[in-house]
């Protein structure tokens, strides 16, 4: 009586799900429904419902009438690849484990060594033949057989058989458009008025008695091709008509990609992405990735099955993971650090920053450096001097030791063996890890090799792609651009990783799966891909979270005096964080009220101490100041009338750089105090930094600007530095005196600020003037 009443609910759930659903979920909302409850959909359903059922999808109902248990599905797969256990969640996802039957497992393949590009494959055939015997005889039992390294099932098994019993044959093969591996055999082939004309073997299914008939058509030796073996099979007229042998011309069941991508696309529903078949209007049942289609077969496979949707977002990102407790610091696994420092890169002291400033705990973890930069040597001597002896153990590679880059790849693997760990996780130096829990995070996904998204600031360049042409160079995947966005989050599986991934040492211990960074003319990045995808081991990057970004190095120039200086352009963000004041933003605050140190002298803090030094160090550096004399060569006419010792900016490739902070950081300060004004960009003709001392030039006389507003930041510190010096604005007997390294001070350059420089009696004063909108 209780599980009366339960299958009562059960159909009155069924009914309002099936009755709420629109016209285009309907058939979706039934066959969920269905497969959750096959036994009750048998015995509960009214005949009138069957009907209605029937007659609005032609049939599909009588899988109300199939004994799920009857079928059983069958494949060969010989090791546990990333490409078998995606198989089986698909599997596991539509409910079909129990039948599902594995052939070959932990046996040595036999059926050839080039299987991937060459003839092969027998060996299936005969596992299949043995495994299907005792069912010869069986008219009624379904055996579903695929491939499992490159398939992908979308579907349940009342909807497969459903969709397989609607075709009236006895077997249905997979059918895609190339003839392989015979081309001569393609004229043998019966006409077809639409759809792929030619058998694919990766996927059939038919009833065992006939099946048995076709894998005993002929012998085969495990290396003979399985293809060619179906091949001659459905060709045999005789064969093909007695079993009723056809192919699924327009995948209603299975899709094979290989000369079909453009064929297929993703459609979202809801929570659910399922495939549709753009050319036929249908929506295949199970995916196969056969021939070079594989790198297809995987992005696609980052959706497909459940894997992820639009309203759950990554919902593989959850699966097999392993949570580390952040209270249980000892159970946490060993891991290697290996940095790559390969070019000169910059803000190398910002990076090994955020390589201590991971939140792993240092006992459980060796540390690698590879430098083949002399000017960084530095960098790292002055962070192992700090933090080596914090770590389980460290290996420098210097310069003069003269290794590559591949060889130091391979000894840092090398290492990380030798100590045993659990996983090596390697950094280029061009890798910001922004995010602490960057490698707790990656550790936590438990994945073979996973990569966090790292993405150039304001750019779409990245660290992985999405697709890959045939010439093995970049492609375009349909969802890179929002997974660069992150308007896409999840784990997803790419075809190319660089600059920074952790790969379970357990495929660096085995010589089958470890990693290769020596592959022909590659570089070491294209040769690591290549090799993965050779070996069909998935590469993964997430951006679950905000992990960090890109320094774009290409513009480097270390024989510059601090050449991070100059970096504003093409590393905005680094350059932002390294030399804009703490409290610039401040400067806006709507509470903030602008400091006056004098009528319309407004005071602010720009840049940073960091920045002040720096641009010191670059005119010191320089050291061609002028003579404080009225000649000038430098300036147009050759007269200067308040002269000064000096530095142009331009003289020390500044000159642009100066510009865009003008542009970007003094002019909506000049708009935000000077209401009405604008000038965008601004223009500066005269950008200097100005030298005084006692022995020197230790003042400068009443003058006024050649300017609509002038800029002057001070670069060092009064009392420290120097004694004395400052600004006096004669017109208001106001002087500015205590000046603070990084704040500008602007006022009006004509008419109303008529100013002097106050005298500096001991050390050395350094300013930086520029003239704005002349």
């Known amino acids: 009586m209780i599980n009366k009443r339960r299958n009562i609910i059960l159909f009155e759930v069924f009914l309002l799900n099936f009755l709420s659903c629109n016209v285009t979920t309907e058939k979706v909302c039934f066959n969920s429904m269905r497969d959750r409850n096959n036994t009750y959909c048998e015995n509960y359903f009214s005949n009138m419902f069957k009907q ?21 599905v069958v494949t060969v797969a010989t090791n546990e690849t990333d490409g078998y256990k995606r198989y089986l969640r698909s599997v596991e996802v539509y409910g079909f484990r129990d039948n599902l039957k594995v052939l070959g497992m932990g046996n040595p393949w036999l059926g050839g060594k080039n299987i991937k590009t060459g003839r092969g494959g027998g060996y299936k055939i005969n596992l299949l033949k043995e495994a299907v015997e005792k069912y010869k005889n069986d008219d009624q039992k379904i055996i579903i057989f695929t491939d499992s390294y490159d398939v992908i099932f979308l579907a349940g098994l009342s909807e497969v058989i459903a969709k397989f019993k609607s075709t009236d044959a006895r ?11 015979d081309r001569s055999l393609a004229t043998k082939y019966p006409a077809v008025s639409g759809g792929k004309r030619f058998l694919n073997s990766g996927g059939f299914i038919g009833y065992a008695s006939d099946v048995h008939a076709i894998l005993t058509y002929s012998p085969l030796k495990n290396e003979d091709d399985d293809q060619l073996f179906y091949t001659m099979a459905y060709l045999d007229e005789k064969l093909r008509e007695q079993h009723k042998i056809k192919l699924d011309h327009k995948s209603e069941i299975f899709q094979n990609l290989y000369g079909a991508v453009a064929d297929v696309e993703l459609k979202f529903e809801g929570a659910k992405a399922s495939l549709v078949n753009t050319v036929y209007n249908t929506e295949p049942l199970i995916l196969h990735g056969n021939g070079y289609s594989k790198l ?60 201590y400033e991971q939140a792993y705990p240092k006992s ?11 000017y960084h040597q530095d960098v790292i001597d002055n962070f192992l001097m700090k933090f080596e002896k914090e ?3 460290s290996k420098v590679i210097l310069p003069k030791d003269s290794i590559s880059e591949s060889d130091a790849r391979n000894l840092a693997m090398d290492y990380c063996l030798l100590k045993k760990c659990s996983g090596y996780f390697t950094v280029d130096s061009l890798a910001h890890l922004d995010h602490e829990y960057t490698l707790k995070f990656l550790v936590d996904q438990h994945r073979g090799i996973i990569a966090p998204l790292l993405v150039r600031p304001y750019k779409m360049w990245s660290n992985f792609w999405g697709a890959i042409m045939d010439d093995g160079f970049y492609a375009r995947s349909f969802d890179y651009m929002e997974i660069v966005k992150n308007e896409r989050r999840g784990l997803w599986n790419v075809p190319f990783i660089n600059t920074c991934y952790l790969i379970n040492a357990t495929l660096i211990s085995n010589k089958e799966t470890r990693p290769s960074y020596e592959e022909g003319d590659l570089d070491t990045d294209m040769a690591f891909a290549y090799s993965n995808r050779e070996r069909s081991i998935f590469m993964y990057v997430s951006n679950r979270v905000d992990f960090g970004h890109l320094v774009d190095p290409d513009s480097y120039d270390v024989t510059l005096t601090h050449p991070d200086l100059y970096q504003i352009f093409d590393n905005k963000l680094d350059w932002e964080k390294k030399y804009i004041h703490d409290n610039y933003s401040l400067n806006f605050h709507p509470e903030q009220i602008p400091i006056q140190p004098c009528p319309d002298v407004y005071w602010f803090p720009v840049v940073n101490e960091k920045f002040t030094k720096s641009l010191i160090d670059v005119m010191e550096a320089f050291g061609k100041w002028s003579d404080g004399s009225n000649n000038d060569p430098r300036l147009t006419g050759g007269y200067e009338n308040v002269p000064t010792r000096d530095i142009h900016m331009n003289q020390v490739k500044f000159e642009p750089h100066w510009l865009h902070i003008l542009k970007e950081y003094v002019r909506p300060l000049q708009e935000h105090v000077f209401t009405g004004y604008f000038h965008d960009p601004p223009r500066a003709l005269m950008n200097f930094v100005v030298r005084y001392r006692p ?19 001070a670069l060092n510190k009064v009392g420290v530095d120097y004694e004395g010096g400052g600004c006096r604005f004669i017109r208001y007997n106001c002087s500015v005196t205590d000046t603070k390294p990084g704040w500008m001070l602007m006022h009006p350059g004509r008419l109303t600020h008529y100013h002097e420089g106050l005298r500096v009696t001991s050390g050395t004063r350094y300013i930086m003037i520029s003239f704005v909108d002349p």
Request: glycine share 4%; net charge negative; hydrophobic share 35%.
């Open 52 to 72: 209605i059922i029937a007659e609005r999808y032609k049939g599909s109902i009588q899988s109300c009438d199939i004994n799920i248990k009857d079928v059983l």
């Open 171 to 181: 077997v249905l093969f997979s059918a895609e458009g190339s003839c392989w591996p």
């Open 296 to 355: 297809s077969l995987n992005s696609l496979g980052n959706y497909l099955a459940n894997a992820w949707s639009p309203e759950e977002g990554c919902i593989t990102c959850w699966e097999g993971t392993m949570e580390l407790d952040k209270t249980l610091p000892d159970t946490y696994p060993i891991i290697l650090i290996a940095v790559f420092v390969e070019r000169p890169t910059p803000f190398m002291e910002e990076f090994f920053q955020k390589i």
């Open 364 to 374: 459980k973890l060796h540390l690698f450096i590879h430098n083949t930069v002399d």
């Open 391 to 393: 770590y389980r153990s």
């Open 695 to 713: 022995d020197e030039q230790p003042s400068l006389k009443p003058h006024h600007d050649s300017s609509t507003y002038t800029v002057n930041i």
